[in-house]
């Protein structure tokens, strides 16, 4: 059985903490990341910014930034898996799982 490393990107932990605000979720961001890590060990993609944000210019397919950003983040680490329920992601990101 093939293992990989868990990555998170900053982008969904701004997404999350954006949907406790708006009370789409009931816990916060932090708290969301700190049981990420603690239960399934997943950590944060270092990846610098200017590379997510130069991949992120060929993604004109949605003006969601959020899901842009998050689509340019998985194949600035070489085409990583993505995953993701959002069905516009799955249309348009041939790795993204759910």
Known sequence: MASATLLLSPMVILELEYMFEIGRSLRTARDMQQKLKSDLGV????????????????????????????????????????????????????????
């Open 43 to 98: 950590s944060v993609c270092q990846i610098g910014f200017s590379s997510i944000i130069h991949a992120a210019l060929d993604e004109n397919w949605t003006r969601d930034p959020f899901d842009r950003i998050i689509v340019a983040h998985a194949k600035a680490n070489n085409f990583s898996y993505l995953i993701s329920a959002d069905r516009l992601i799955q249309q348009h990101y041939p790795r993204a799982v759910w």
